[in-house]
């Protein structure tokens, strides 16, 4: 436990999802104050947001848990929305982190003082914290397509992000624009319960194959029962994904993406039509873009109540989308458009040393030295922020390490090795430049149009093997941060 000054060392975190309460967690285990300012009425984050019908957790239920709290009664090997919410909602409570979040006080503004932060929030309350640490995430603005009349439809339209559970769905002709992750799993969900399902594809997208997995009672008691068990299914699981997938990512030549690409293949033999299996047939490799995982997907859009359309969308009209020269009539709308990425903790006005704003650093495209910290920010860290692993590591496993990483910097500030904690523009520099290069030889560089690229069609994820961000974040460099006072 760090011998913490509470008066000395208080922080804020913004945003109380999967990062935010694990900051409260660690930070009350250490005996720091602090205080989480969430915008919402309750914890979660993007599973607070995300409410859509299919909506499940792409990972393995056992490596989305925090390593020090794991859980023996997920039901699937990847779990439903609900059930992940209901797990941080649990985490949240058990931990008694919940007293120290300030529920619907979003932040507006952090200035830098000189020695500490001066957080604003919506309601108009001003105070002062030593250390601020951004849980904001990455997929939390959602992201509206520019098509012409999308303002005209008469009848309801929401994304998927926002989805209006009043409205009734049932027997009804959907439209839904796009099939990524949440397209794809909704198509699923709701194929069997709608008149007429009219998707309209930009892109067709890599589907691997999973056999859904239900865990029976008796597998959850031995859980519950056998902490060795569970704790090993989770170093396993977690072994295998960073040694495996996460490592072959960053090669845009892997053999293991290539055995992904075949077993996709496989499952889209699946489709029968001929005209149908060729508008599915992805035409980039995969893993270029985010994986989409399914066991129903293919099922679902040969009902012959389901239509992919390839179309391009000219306008949305009153009744209807009309893609070519055909007019899909619709009763609702649903956007799976996704979010924009480039936001972070924006539109938040974050000011540092010199008056120099965020906004203005990150104009063409935010980064940061090791996905954690800023110039000129001092005493600022991001958890999941500019350049983490967001495709191809666990990102609660990111965001521990992260944390911890976090947590010794501000050791050696209690210490004495560090007035305050500023990286260097030279680091800076250095790392994104190195990263930069890197980023090239990706899969997610081979030639497809994702959320992953920056503005120069550059991905913008880590680039490097799990065993370079592990050993960054065992020891903060202290050449990498500036010595002299602040």
Known sequence: MVDADPKGHTFAVIGAGMSGILAGIKLKQAGYKFQIFEKADRVGGTWRENTYPGIACDVPSHIYSYSFELNPEWSEFTSPGSEVQEYFEGVSKRYGVDSEIRFREAVTRCTWMGHEWEIETEKGHIERFRWVIAATGILHHPKYPEIEGLDDF?????????????????????????????????????????????????????????????????????????????????????????????????????????????????????????????????????????????????????????????????????????????????????????????????????????????????????????????PDFPNFFMLNGPNSPVGNFSLIQTAEMQFDYVLKVVDHVNQGDLDVAVISQEAYQRFDAERYEAAKGTVWATGCNSWYLDNNGVPFAWPFPFSRFRAEMEAPKLEDYELAKS
Request: hydrophobic residues 40%; glycine residues 6%.
């Open 154 to 374: 008469d009848g309801p339209i929401f994304h998927t992000a926002r989805w209006d559970h009043n409205v009734e769905i049932q027997g009804k002709k959907v439209g839904l624009i796009g099939t990524g992750s949440s397209g794809v799993q909704i198509t699923a969900a709701i194929a069997p319960d709608v008149e007429k399902l009219s998707v309209f594809q930009r892109t067709a997208q890599w589907v691997v194959p999973n056999e859904r997995v239900v865990y029976t009672e008796e597998e959850k008691e031995a859980f519950r029962t056998d902490a060795d068990l569970l704790r090993n299914l989770h170093t396993e699981m977690s072994t295998a994904f960073n040694d495996g997938f996460a490592t072959s990512v960053i090669d845009g030549n892997s053999e293991l993406i290539d055995d992904i690409q075949k077993r996709c293949l496989e499952a889209l033999e699946t489709v029968q039509d001929p005209e149908l299996k060729k508008k599915l047939q992805p035409t980039y490799k995969a893993a270029c873009k985010r994986l989409v995982v399914s066991h129903n997907f293919y099922d679902a859009v040969q009902r012959p109540n389901v239509d992919i359309v390839t179309a391009d969308i000219e306008q949305i009209e009153k009744n209807g989308v009309r893609a070519g020269e055909e007019l899909h009539e619709i009763d609702v709308l649903v956007l799976a458009t996704g979010f924009h990425v480039d936001a972070f903790m924006r539109p938040m006005n974050i000011t540092g040393r010199n008056g120099i704003v965020l906004d203005e650093v990150w104009k063409d495209w935010p980064s940061a030295y090791l996905s954690i910290a800023v």
